[in-house]
Every structure is written in C-alpha cells, then in structure tokens.
T-cell receptor
Framework: DTGVSQDPRHKITKRGQNVTFRCDPI?????LYWYRQTLGQGPEFLTY????????KSRLLSDRFSAERPKGSFSTLEIQRTEQGDSAMYLC?????????????FGSGTQLSVL | GQSLEQPSEVTAVEGAIVQINCTYQ??????LSWYQQHDGGAPTFLSY????GLEETGRFSSFLSRSDSYGYLLLQELQMKDSASYFC???????????FGGGTRVLVKP
C-alpha cells in the first residue's frame, strides 16, 4: 500500500513528557502537512512543508511544537513538555503540488492522550 | 477559530437527498474542497470547486458561489455507508493550505 502512514497510532504520555510522531507520505508527493483534530471538530492546520522546506507554521502553534522533514521524505512532529490540552488526533497529509487544486491524502493519525 | 460555518448534524433516511451548506467570511477563499471522514478514519477527498457552479461526481455534487461566499455538498440516493462527517475546506490561493470547517455529521437511517 502506498498511502500515507503514521506511527504510532496511539500514544499515552504523562504531562511534561516529550513525544515524537512520524509521518511517511506518498512517495512522489512533495508537500506534507500536519493537522490536529479534536473530537467533533474539523482538522486544524499546524504546519506544512514543500520538499524539505517548512513554508508555514500556524500562529496558534506554541514553541513546544517542532516539525522537521530532513530529506524531503518522512516528517517528524515533536511536542515538548506535553500538556493535557495537547490531547488530540494528529493527522499528517501529503499532496503533489501542481498548478491547480490541492488534493490532500491523509494518514490515519496518531491519537495522543496526555494524562 | 473556524471561518467556515457548517450545520453540526443532519439526519436523513436511505434514498433521500441531503444538502450540506458551507458559508465563509467574505475575506474569503479561492476554492472550496469537501472531505468525508468516517468515525475513526482519515479524511478522504470528495471534490474541489475552483470555479463558481456545480461539479458532479457520481451521487455527490458540490457547488460554489464565491460572490455569495457560499457552497454546498449534495448527497443523493443516500446509503447507510454515507453516514460520516463531512468537512468543507477553503484555500486562500490555488494550491495553498486548507482551512477546514467544523464538519457536519450525517446520520443515515434505514
């Protein structure tokens, strides 16, 4: 299967701990996005990359969040000093940047629970 | 906060037609996308309108009127498997990041 994969599927951590999530996009896709979704809400944009360059980061994102895409392939999202409010589903999506519309392919997400 | 507004929930019976409206701020979006998400699943792409008018893809159609800052998704011949959440999403320019609405939960009853 060549879809977007995310690891782990679930993560339970204690408040104050650091966590890191991984996303492997569809191989030929040059854009990679991170979104966060809480129950009953739509996905909320966090950041995105075109190849290895991080082009935009949400103003809502605190300094505790950092994302990388070192070789323009997989990406990691790290949350430092987790807080209970960080509990959410973290979704990764990839797309092939063209001159037209953007169709995002989402992974199944990482469900984070901060105790 | 979200700048695209959708009804929170719609209930309909199998075979019926459902229209999900999406309105957005006039400062506005270039194009409008629609995604479907089943409980516990990933959002999946349904349609994109870059131009005003109706786009039809099988049982689903999507409409955009940028002058009215309004769009809708039309689900026809509803099936049980259509029970899911549906999100409209706007982009500020072609190929730019998507901003999602809060979603509409559609419940299809027998």
């Amino acid at each position: 299967d060549t879809g977007v994969s995310q690891d782990p599927r679930h993560k339970i951590t204690k408040r104050g701990q650091n966590v890191t999530f991984r996303c492997d996009p569809i191989s030929e896709h040059n854009r990679l996005y991170w979104y966060r979704q809480t129950l009953g809400q739509g996905p909320e944009f966090l950041t995105y990359f075109q190849n290895e360059a991080q082009l935009e980061k949400s103003r809502l994102l605190s300094d505790r969040f950092s994302a990388e895409r070192p070789k323009g392939s997989f990406s990691t999202l790290e949350i430092q000093r987790t807080e209970q409010g960080d509990s959410a589903m973290y979704l990764c999506a990839s797309s092939l940047r063209t001159s037209g519309s953007e169709k995002l392919f989402f992974g199944s997400g990482t469900q984070l629970s901060v105790l | 906060g979200q700048s695209l507004e959708q009804p929170s929930e719609v209930t309909a019976v199998e075979g019926a037609i459902v229209q999900i409206n999406c309105t957005y701020q006039t400062s506005g979006f270039y194009g409008l996308s629609w995604y479907q998400q089943h409980d516990g699943g990933a959002p999946t792409f349904l349609s994109y309108n870059a131009l005003d008018g109706l786009e039809e893809t099988g049982r689903f159609s999507s409409f955009l009127s940028r002058s009215d800052s309004y769009g809708y998704l039309l689900l026809q011949e509803l099936q049980m498997k259509d029970s899911a959440s549906y999100f409209c999403a706007g982009d500020k320019a072609a190929g730019n990041k998507l901003t999602f609405g809060g979603g509409t939960r559609v419940l299809v009853k027998p």
